[in-house]
């Protein structure tokens, strides 16, 4: 027990490596061995991270289960784990859609070992940039997820797999150049990566550095963070790659793009852009509460513009991180000030909103990936009353787009009214337009569930068997159940936040 | 007396090498036998000493010193520290997986494998040498064996073409070199080519800016510094598989090594006044070879660019006379020399089984040699310095010691990785990925056992040094120390 306590992020973190070796190891004919192996061993991290969040406790301040070991002595780079009420959920969030996508990923049929070593990797990298307290792992991190995703979407994906997946890589490798340059420019002036450290002394900074004056030095390195945290969460207009990706990707991987891979940046937010730079994203706190509106308006429309269903979804994610950026735009702003009791209430929205958004984004592309597997089409307008030949589908559809909504009951509206609440004081102008992006969300989820649900039984399908699968079912219903959960009784999760986001920005 | 470790190192290839020759030439698997023994020998010595180097005493271990010309001052004098100690290591690997992967050699396998093992005793030779005169013979001893294995065992259709041009470029770089070594030697007043006894000569200020562009530019032929580094990728297009890999991996650290070891280190002041030209001379290998990788058709020489762009960061490294540059560069060099070594080895087996190079003639290599793929994508990470394997490694301490002294170049650098990424992630998806074409779908099989086998041991070594670094930076980082303060800075 002892040992299990001391270690715990570690066998979290390395569980999912361990299984992607075990099943390297298995004969690649034994398709059916290789997925339940991969499957019930990816219950391993998700029942840790369950024992996670009952022994993590939130009344106490700063990071929990810290691990601390030297990795790279020579530039001064540790093994640092850690995490407090932010990180808790994410973890959580991760090791569950993980395996439910490789349970929905049991429908992949060609080099079935390949796609689940992949899918575990990836695993490990996500985690481990939510499990990091050093700033160079945490970069290690956060590029080495990019490969398994990268393969993932390249190998497995439809058509234009090739264009989308280059894409994807190279953006967001792009977008970590900055982030790469500007971490080793805080090593060579602080001399540590270790971020409880850089808490502490890189806002002590003075003088000049580099023959510039800190200030300045501050703001690019401040914009450098923000452009690879942009690219991934995405925020408008760096969201280009999204579309594609999302849309090329198998179900699975769009699943975990969606549900915690977008995370990851906003995350970088929290865990790195505010704390680090307090001044800077107060004065640029209205640049990203702009951008943040925009791609809530913008995202909507797009979204109510599409005819293929996965982009449709695709579009929605630009949507809904809207909301968590505008959430951690308006706490930028009101840090310490008179509002600050706002700033709270919003950061908690934001942080709420990224878990709500893993259930709902990665439920609506399991679903998108279930009619697509029956139908072999994406196109809107070659659905239609479809209620009527899968009953059950379409009400989980339904109950998942009320989700992805904000229905009142159900995990987006808790969130999305904290943000909303919390922002509104403090960014009423943007809040305002935020909320005209509300009503076009509502418009286009209804256009979707209409077009694939309603209307008359499109012909085609007539004699097919479109109902929703047993061990599809079974994989969406954890999300449904956290969805409703959540919104009945948001406590159980909003404390652990909450203790979280007073600690860090009280 | 110590047991002479590093002479037996330096002295089995050789010594293997004339057993093979007095081989009956029939007898391949006798000579393939041989080859592999005495590579493996070489190989296990070289991993003991690495390990048993001690770290915390520091300093050059395992020292040798017997006079050899004493009326010349030359003596006999090797030792490793901690900037050659893994460069011995490297040499030892790419040896031993280049026998591996030249089994398949039928075309006078008896004088390959000798001419192979005389060039490896040369460039072992030439990396342990703490005397002047030792390093140019055991330097020469390694580019003279390169031409005949190209021209000899090359690509029939440019052989005599590259083998020449390359021959022609590090004679004259190491004749240049040569003459700047003897204008030390009669200018210190020492009488002695000892280099550790060079380093205290304190030539004048005067004397250093003269010679110091003429010893630098002549070892960094060999380096591939922009504009010398044309005669590569014909060489490496060239060359047979086994000589591409000990060229590229190895020999073309051995000359941003010696550049650095000889002039860097002997002439610090002069190096302090010249290396900011190195250092834009080397963004623009980083940058512009990485471009030109990205528009080649031959699979060779988008590997022989993507290496003259990896050894413009080893040279930036060194140039940015900062400890974590230098240990950059160190790990940059290993790393570099590996991946290269794993680059061209499976180069040579696709080759191999489709006789054409050309990428667009090629596709769906993954299906028929699954670990091939697998390995060549590790090294392609590891070249755009994805963490987790050894590129990251080194090329974070690489780009941080660039940073302390120009932070504008430091962000060039970087930009040259993501190019690197975009031609490397293109080359695998086409010849690995997509459809094979009809006309090799039905004779192309799996590599070989042996094959397999070289390719995993360079591929986990990637693996573990980015995962783990702990067992070569510390070491690095003694040798970056006792480098920096030689330089005096």
């Known amino acids: ?506 | 007396m110590t047991f002479p470790i590093l002479t037996i190192i330096i002295f089995t290839p050789l010594v293997t090498g004339l057993i093979i020759l007095l081989l009956p030439a029939e007898r391949k698997g006798m000579i393939r036998g041989t080859a592999l023994a005495g590579a493996t020998l070489a190989l296990l010595l070289s991993v003991v000493t690495y390990f048993s180097y001690d770290t915390r005493a520091g300093g050059y271990q395992f020292v040798e010193k017997v006079p050899w010309v004493p009326e010349w001052g030359i003596s006999y004098h090797v030792g490793v520290n901690g900037l050659n100690l893994p460069l011995v290591l490297l040499t030892g690997l790419v040896m031993f997986t280049g026998v591996l992967i030249s089994w398949g050699i039928e075309e006078r396998t008896r004088e390959f494998f000798a001419f192979l093992f005389v060039l490896a005793t040369g460039v072992f030779g030439a990396f342990v040498s703490l005397d002047l005169f030792q390093l140019f013979f055991f330097y020469e001893l390694a580019v003279f064996p390169m031409y005949l294995l190209i021209s000899l065992w090359g690509w029939p259709k440019m052989r005599e073409y590259a083998a020449m041009k390359l021959t022609l470029y590090l004679f004259v770089g190491s004749v240049l070199a040569l003459v700047g070594a003897l204008a030390m030697y009669f200018a210190s007043g020492l009488h002695t080519f000892d280099m550790l006894e060079l380093q205290q000569a304190g030539f004048s200020s005067a004397f250093q800016r003269l010679w110091f562009p003429v010893v630098f530019l002549g070892f960094a032929v060999l380096g591939g510094l922009f504009p010398l580094h044309n005669w590569s990728p014909d060489g490496y297009a060239a060359a047979p598989t086994a000589a591409s890999m000990f060229h590229a991996g190895v020999l073309k650290n051995l000359g941003a090594f010696a550049a650095f070891r000889v002039a860097v280190m002997l002439f610090p002041e002069a190096a302090r006044f010249y290396l900011p030209w190195v250092v834009v001379l080397a963004l623009i290998n980083v940058i512009y070879a990485s471009l030109i990788a990205m528009v080649q058709t031959d699979l060779k020489y988008v590997i022989g660019f993507s290496s003259v762009s990896h050894m413009g960061l080893v040279m930036m490294g060194f140039a940015s006379l900062s400890a974590t540059g230098i240990l950059g560069a160190g790990l940059q060099m290993f790393s570099h020399g590996v991946m290269t070594a794993l680059f061209f080895a499976v180069v040579g087996m696709v080759y191999d089984r489709a006789h054409t190079r050309e990428i667009p003639q090629l596709g769906g290599f993954a299906k028929k040699m699954p670990l091939a793929a697998v390995t060549f994508t590790l090294a392609g990470l590891a070249s755009m310095g994805m963490p987790g394997l050894s590129g990251f490694v080194a090329e974070f301490p690489l780009l941080l010691g660039v940073w302390q002294r120009y932070p504008l170049v430091a962000i060039l650098a970087a930009i040259g990785v993501v190019v690197t990424a975009a031609y490397i992630l293109l080359l695998i998806r086409r010849v690995f990925f997509g459809s094979m074409p009809a006309e090799l779908e039905h004779h192309v099989g799996d590599i070989t056992v042996r094959d397999k086998a070289a390719i995993i041991l360079l591929a986990f070594i990637l693996v573990a040094l980015g995962v783990y670094p702990g067992w070569m930076a510390p070491l690095v980082q003694s040798g970056a120390a006792a480098a920096m303060k030689v330089l005096g800075v």
């Open chain 1, 1 to 506: 027990m002892d040992f299990l306590n001391a270690h715990l992020l570690t066998l979290i973190l390395f569980a999912p490596t361990a299984v992607a070796l075990l099943v390297l190891l298995l004969p690649a004919r034994q398709v059916g061995v290789i997925r339940w192996v991969a499957f019930i061993g990816s219950l391993a991290p998700l029942g840790l991270s369950v024992f996670l969040w009952f022994g993590y406790r939130p009344a106490e301040p700063g990071f929990q289960f810290q691990e601390f070991v030297p990795w790279y002595q020579a530039i001064g780079a540790n093994y640092h784990l850690g995490v407090d009420g932010i990180s808790v959920p994410m973890v959580l969030l991760t090791t569950l859609l993980t395996s439910l996508a490789i349970l929905i990923s049991f429908s992949i049929r060609e080099r079935v070992r390949a796609y689940m070593v992949l899918f575990l990797l990836l695993e490990t990298g996500l985690l481990g940039v939510f499990l990091s307290l050093d700033l160079l792992l945490f970069f290690v991190f956060w590029e080495a997820g990019l490969v398994p995703m990268y393969f993932l979407i390249n190998q497995w994906g439809s058509e234009n797999r090739n264009y989308a997946s280059l894409k994807f890589l190279i953006y967001t490798m792009g977008g970590s150049l900055g982030l790469l340059l500007a971490i080793q420019m805080i090593r060579l002036v602080v001399g540590s990566f270790d971020l409880p450290v850089l808490y502490s002394q890189w806002n002590l900074l003075k003088g000049t550095l580099f023959g510039v004056p800190v200030g300045t030095v501050k703001i690019l390195a401040f914009w450098a963070f923000v452009i690879a945290f942009a690219i991934k969460v995405p925020i408008w207009p760096f969201h280009t790659w999204l579309p594609d990706a999302h849309a090329e990707a198998p179900t699975g991987g769009s699943i975990i793009l969606a549900g915690v891979m977008l995370k990851l940046g906003a995350y970088g937010f929290l865990r790195l852009l505010l704390p680090l730079y307090p001044a800077e994203a107060h004065d640029f706190a209205g640049v990203l509460g702009g951008l943040a509106v925009a791609g809530i308006v913008l995202g909507a429309f797009a979204s109510w513009g599409q005819k293929d269903f996965k982009r449709l979804v695709a579009y929605s994610s630009v949507n809904h991180m809207g909301f968590v950026v505008l959430g951690i735009a308006a706490a930028a702003w009101a840090r310490g000030s008179a509002s600050s009791g706002d700033a709270v209430l919003a950061l908690n929205g934001a942080v709420l909103q990224m878990f709500n958004h893993g259930l709902s984004a990665a439920g609506m592309f399991l679903l998108v990936g279930v009619l697509y597997e029956r139908t072999h089409t994406r196109q809107l307008d070659d659905y239609g009353g479809l209620f009527a030949l899968a009953p059950l589908y379409g009400g989980i559809l339904i109950f998942t787009s009320m989700g992805s909504l904000g229905l009142p009951g159900l995990g987006g509206f808790i969130s999305e009214f904290l943000v909303v609440r919390g922002s509104w004081p403090i960014f009423t102008l943007y809040t305002a337009i935020a909320m005209v992006g509300l009503l076009i969300t509502g418009a286009y989820i209804l256009k979707a569930v209409q077009k694939v649900l309603h209307g008359p039984v499109n012909p085609q399908w007539q004699g097919h068997s479109l109902e929703i699968g047993v061990r599809e079912a079974l994989a969406i219903s954890p999300l449904m159940i956290l969805m409703l959960a959540i919104g009945v009784w948001p406590a159980w999760i909003l404390n652990m936040i909450n203790a979280a986001v007073m600690h860090l920005f009280g």
